[in-house]
């Protein structure tokens, strides 16, 4: 799998983020063992279901929510994390 990415390394840049069950979480700063038995790991590929792209993938896609596409993955992670937490956010808040 190639979507998650080791960028800074210290949990600034967000392009290693993966949801760790159900929740974003910077993986660059997850020790293995911090994990346990049982944890739900959902990566940039786990998004798709039956070919289909998530409905955020096709957002950024349709919107060119893209720049060199590095840490796009990070960023559609985050934004799904944003909406699974606040249904409408403003400008704001989906700039921080
Ligand atoms: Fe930059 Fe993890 S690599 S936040």
Redesign the pocket.
Known sequence: MTGT????????????TIHLNGIET????TPIDFLEEGDEITTIEGLSKNGKMHQMQESFKKHHGLQCGFCTPGMVMSAIDLLNHKKNPSDKEIRD
């Open positions: 990415k080791f960028g800074c390394g210290k949990g600034l840049c967000g392009a290693c910077r993986s660059c700063q």
